[in-house]
């Protein structure tokens, strides 16, 4: 991959900035079934969570619940400082103006180019055409996607859907972005392009992330690589280190049964999470 970077990346975060999502207490059931119960965690300001657990243990109830999509039926949800578990809708579409979301399968709209999906907020919010086009070009820069910008969805592979889901997520530089198994159905080749390019954007602009992924390859590959940007791809930690800003929240049965660093993680001694790591 080459090396663009976007305009005004984000600036390292200062030691003690205060969370970018609280989780307190969160309680959610669906048909008298719990899906996420009592859950607690805090995602530091320029950190990666990567979400892990087996399907159907709540990762993308709880995906939905940090964009606001859904409401807990107990405890309390805070991004970017502020209550949203039953904050008014209205506000809801303020705060997402600051958070990007990654979908899983994309969700690109069928009907429109690479250019208008990727512009989608843009429009929107009546950012004017020269703007909006100049903004597009660059994060397709970014994703290494410039030659699709006329191409219709139905045109692309599905790793380069996934790449125009990723632009569209970024190109309103958000404070938080949302990966909901941005790798999910993709061949082993083309989900590493994917993890590459999501180290890039953590370590280009150091946006707090949260990630699901079913790929346990997927998930330490982030922990163990950095971006190069003079050489324009990820690499190796040099000397076997690990990336201090990823961590990991680990969910089974609707709760937390792990929450903290790579090297913790490896080290455990649980018997379940060895039998899942394994």
């Given amino acids: 991959m080459t090396t663009t970077t976007l305009a005004q990346p ?4 200062e030691t ?14 669906f048909d008298l079934k719990p899906v996420l119960h009592h859950i607690s965690f805090e995602v530091a300001q320029g950190e990666t969570l990567i979400i892990l657990g087996p399907a159907g243990c709540g990762k993308s109830v ?13 405890g309390t949800i805070r991004v970017f400082g502020q209550d949203i578990s039953h904050m008014r809708e209205t ?9 990007g979301m990654v979908f899983q399968e994309s969700a690109l709209f069928d009907s429109l180019s690479v250019e208008n999906n990727v512009a989608y907020r843009l429009n929107e919010e009546g950012v004017p055409y ?12 970014f994703v290494e996607l410039s030659q699709a910008i006329d191409k219709n969805p139905s045109e692309l592979s599905g790793g380069m859907r996934r790449r125009v889901s990723i632009a569209r997520a970024i190109i309103t530089a958000p404070d938080l972005i ?37 790929r346990l390859q997927d ?3 982030l922990a163990t690589h950095r971006w190069n940007p ?19 929240l680990v969910l089974n049965d609707g709760g937390i049964v792990f929450h903290g660093s790579t090297q913790e993680l490896v080290h455990t001694t649980d018997p379940w999470l060895r039998e899942y790591l394994s």
């Fill in 178 to 214: 949302l990966y909901d198994s941005p790798t999910g159905g993709l061949d082993p080749i083309t989900s590493t392009t994917i993890i590459e390019l999501i180290v890039k954007q953590r370590d280009v602009s150091h946006t707090t992330s949260l990630l699901i992924t079913h």
């Fill in 230 to 248: 003079e050489a324009g791809h990820m690499e190796p930690i040099p000397d076997g280190k690990i990336d201090d800003s990823t961590r990991f």
């Fill in 62 to 74: 709880l995906m939905k619940l940090a964009n606001g999509l859904i409401e807990p039926d107990s």
């Fill in 219 to 221: 998930a330490f590959t």
């Fill in 16 to 29: 003690g900035s205060a969370p970018i999502v609280v989780f307190d207490d969160v309680s959610i059931t």
């Fill in 10 to 13: 984000a600036e390292v975060p």
């Fill in 130 to 141: 020269d703007e909006a086009h100049a903004k597009v070009e660059e994060v397709l820069r």
């Fill in 91 to 99: 506000d809801r579409f303020a705060l997402r103006k600051r958070i």
